[in-house]
């Protein structure tokens, strides 16, 4: 799988050269190569010493023109080094462990879209690497950090199990019109049925949601099951309103040989006979930051443009700053729960929600103001005009079967 992760890095890059790196105190190992001979190097001579202490890829235009490089050994000797970009292999912020890297002959120059790739591909490697244990990277690890770990393995095996039988399950939580306690539609939450007949929330399966090929599974199952649900509704004459579903960032990643998001979307709509209006689509700002970039923007307009309503979903607990409020393609701003349960007794956080509102109303946005637990929260939330609300107030998530969505 490693080799593989390496061949896919140099056919991105159009590199020769590809390599997978784990160092330790002393020295470079190569626990997967392309194109390069040897087993690795002393530490002191290894360009991904320096991915190592990034954050981020690492990437060297032309090592001969570079004196931190000129006179490596890589470089002057047979191996005529010139090009290098690595991303470190991070099992947690601060923790890094090696490299995926690729190197060429000639300088070279390395576009924003490959180094996306690159970093998910070693993404990928970590996943891989503790997935299957390795012994060497996970001696590097503390025991508390090798719990997490192991726990994450268990969370990527409950949820395949989970795709693999079934047991993955949709409840709906209902969103309100504030001025007059109309239901005007549901957000649909995953939930996982364990064999016992318990049920868990993502929490349980949260590490699943990071293994793109894994996530991009789960999204497109909520996405047919919230669709059938949809036109089971519209079958029996229920006015709904609409079932909104949360997009990851895995889904906006173009596979070969499958459809786009947009495409996905679409083909499962219009296959139900459903409007668009059925099925709003709810990102974070986690989602509208990802390496995706520019290319979620692409995809959302895209739906807006077919007619799907886009929420901003969480807003206020990331690392969005008011530019990208204008910047990306949206109709909803979605104002995180903590800051609504925190209104009432924080000047503070009043007044962020009040700063959301306002922006909101003058952008052309409309406002939906989740985790609304309590009539205190109601009437200050209808005081500064925010339009719509959900929470524990309204109606706890419960399964179809469940909920009252027949006329009274």
Not at 123 to 133: D, I, K, P, T, W
Not at 175 to 187: N, P, Q, S
Not at 218 to 233: D, F, M, T
Request: glycine share 10%; aromatic share 8%; hydrophobic share 45%.
């Amino acid at each position: 799988m490693l080799d593989a992760l390496v061949d896919a890095a140099c056919l991105a890059a159009a590199t020769p050269i590809g390599l997978i790196t784990l160092l330790d105190g002393e020295r470079q190992w190569f626990k997967s190569k392309r194109g390069i001979e040897g087993e690795g190097s002393c530490r002191a001579d290894a360009f991904c010493d320096y991915t190592i202490q990034s954050s981020g890829p690492f990437v060297v235009p032309d090592a001969a023109r570079d004196v931190r490089f000129a006179e490596n050994p890589f470089v002057t000797g047979s191996d005529r080094i010139r090009f290098y970009a690595g991303v470190p292999l991070e099992i947690e912020p601060g923790l890094r462990l090696g490299s995926l890297c690729v190197l060429d002959r000639v300088p070279r120059r390395l576009g924003a879209d490959v180094r996306g790739l690159l970093a998910r591909l070693a993404r990928c490697a970590v996943e891989r690497l503790l997935q299957f244990e390795d012994r060497y990277l996970l001696s590097r690890i503390d025991s508390g950090r090798l719990g997490r770990a192991n726990a994450d393995k268990a969370a990527l095996a409950l949820a395949e199990e989970a795709l693999l039988h079934g047991s993955f399950l949709l409840h709906y939580q209902p969103k309100i019109a504030l001025d007059t306690g109309r239901r005007i539609g549901f957000e649909a939450l995953l939930r996982l049925k364990k064999p016992d007949g318990s049920v868990v929330g993502p929490t349980a399966f949260s590490a699943a949601f990071d293994e793109p090929i894994l996530s991009r599974r789960i999204g497109s199952h909520v996405l047919r099951c919230a669709v059938a649900q949809a036109k089971a509704w519209a079958t029996a004459g229920v006015d709904f309103g609409h079932i909104a579903i949360n997009v990851s960032s895995s889904q906006f990643i173009e596979l070969p040989g499958s459809p786009c998001l947009v495409d996905e979307i679409l083909g499962a709509t219009r296959s139900a006979g459903l409007s668009p209006r059925h099925i709003q689509i709810e990102i974070t700002e986690g989602v509208m930051l990802s390496e995706q970039g520019g290319d979620v923007g692409t995809q959302l307009e895209a739906l807006r443009t077919a007619g799907f309503i886009v929420a901003f979903d969480d807003f206020g607990t990331g690392f969005a700053s008011l530019v990208h409020l204008k910047e990306f393609a949206y109709d909803q701003i979605k104002i995180d729960g903590s800051f609504v349960r925190a209104m009432t007794e924080s000047s503070a956080d009043h007044a962020i929600v009040k700063g959301i509102i306002d922006i909101a109303k003058a952008l052309g946005k409309q406002v939906v103001a989740e985790g609304v637990e309590t009539v205190t929260e109601l009437h200050a939330l209808r005081e500064l005009g925010c339009s719509y609300g959900q929470g524990f107030l309204f109606g706890r998530p419960a399964r179809a079967s469940d909920l009252r969505v027949l006329p009274d």
